[in-house]
């Protein structure tokens, strides 16, 4: 669960997230791509989880007119925390099955 493996495997997956996410900050016109398009699916989904009930995370309760909302704190720090949550998740199974593969071999 917490082993360095896992815990490596988050660091790299976060790691290139961050990477990937990096060249927006300095060529605007990224933005537009849709490998872009697909990192924004985290920050995004904060609509989903308030539309689903949710409560407290938009801002003015998510009546904003036309605009978009802006998370709240508490929505930046749900949101933050459900992705690390997701993404840690994920890290644990890669590296349970990257372990099993290895010791297979090492058997064979």
């Given amino acids: 669960?917490?082993?360095?493996?896992?815990?490596?495997?988050?660091?790299?997956m976060l790691t290139v997230y961050g990477l990937l996410?990096?060249?927006?900050?300095?060529?605007p016109s990224y933005a537009?791509?849709?490998m872009h398009l697909l990192l924004l699916v985290p920050g995004l989904s904060i609509y989903l989880f308030h539309k689903a009930g949710i409560p407290g995370?938009?801002?003015h309760d998510g009546l904003c007119g036309w605009g978009w909302c802006s998370p709240t704190?508490?929505?930046?720090?749900?949101l933050v925390a459900f992705w690390?949550?997701?993404?840690?998740?994920l890290a644990?199974?890669?590296?349970?099955l990257t372990l099993r593969m290895t010791k297979r071999l090492e058997r064979q």
């Fill in 1 to 12: 669960m917490f082993e360095p493996r896992t815990l490596k495997t988050l660091a790299v």
């Fill in 21 to 27: 996410v990096l060249p927006s900050f300095v060529w």
């Fill in 32 to 34: 537009d791509s849709p």
């Fill in 57 to 59: 995370l938009l801002e």
């Fill in 73 to 78: 704190p508490f929505g930046w720090a749900f």
């Fill in 84 to 89: 690390l949550a997701v993404t840690w998740l």
């Fill in 92 to 96: 644990w199974g890669i590296a349970t």
